[in-house]
């Protein structure tokens, strides 16, 4: 346990990215235990990998349960090593640069989203695999392709409202137009809100909000 690296993570996850928060990834550990290792499981804004083998199963030590997130390959996988040339290496911390890749990807692909909603993506669209009792695969093995293309459909529509209202008055703010992409089959449309970077209740096309204080 570490208090500055408690520290650290959070600032990553609250304040980085000028406040969309930095995509964290952690190897979920090889004590073939059912819970994730420190930190991943004190953080809950991380995503926690664990790795399967060529075969499809859990790799044997690797940690499964609570707090896992996804799994990827993790069995010999290729790298560069320290002094040139490469090498192979196995169990959960091969698997998770595959997810940290994953999400670099994403955000190639849309610079705009926030860090929950990357790690929404990569959760929803990991692909399901057989036999997951005990949490051994989380939401399953992720997919680049998949989390890619909806990566790229999150889009930030336009939003009309008043620049300024009184206080003790409701203001309304409404999404302009459609979304100008094709979202992937399956798809459920959703809009978050936000008033300055803190979530604010609702989900449709519109939204009304209170106004306090002496100005808005």
């Known amino acids: 346990y570490s208090p500055a690296l408690d520290i650290a993570i ?3 996850l609250n304040y980085g990215r000028g406040g969309k928060g930095c995509v964290v990834v952690f190897a979920s550990g ?3 235990v059912d819970q994730v290792n420190y930190p991943g499981i004190s953080h809950s804004g991380v995503i926690n990998v664990s790795a399967i083998r060529n075969n499809g199963q859990l790799y044997m030590s690797s940690n499964y349960g609570t707090g896992l997130d996804v799994v990827a390959p993790g069995d010999a996988i290729e790298s560069t ?3 040139g040339g490469t090498d192979t290496f196995s169990e959960t911390s091969a698997a998770a640069p595959h997810v940290a890749g994953v999400a670099a990807l994403m955000l190639a692909a849309n610079p705009n989203l926030y860090r929950t909603e990357v790690a929404d993506i990569i959760n929803y669209t990991a692909q399901s695999l057989p036999n997951n009792s005990n949490n051994q695969f989380g939401y399953g093995l992720v997919d680049a392709y998949r ?3 909806w990566a790229k459909a999150i889009v930030k529509p336009a939003v009309s409202g008043p620049a300024t209202a009184a206080p003790g008055t409701n203001v309304t703010f409404s999404v302009n137009n459609p979304l100008p992409v094709t979202l992937p ?3 459920v449309l ?3 809100w936000r008033k ?3 979530s604010v209740s609702g989900s449709g096309s519109s939204i009304h909000i209170p106004v306090s204080g002496s100005s808005a």
């Open 147 to 149: 989390a890619v293309l």
């Open 10 to 12: 959070e600032n990553a």
């Open 185 to 187: 089959a399956g798809s």
């Open 190 to 192: 959703t809009y978050e």
């Open 81 to 83: 090593i320290w002094g």
């Open 196 to 198: 300055n970077t803190t």
């Open 30 to 32: 090889h004590e073939g």
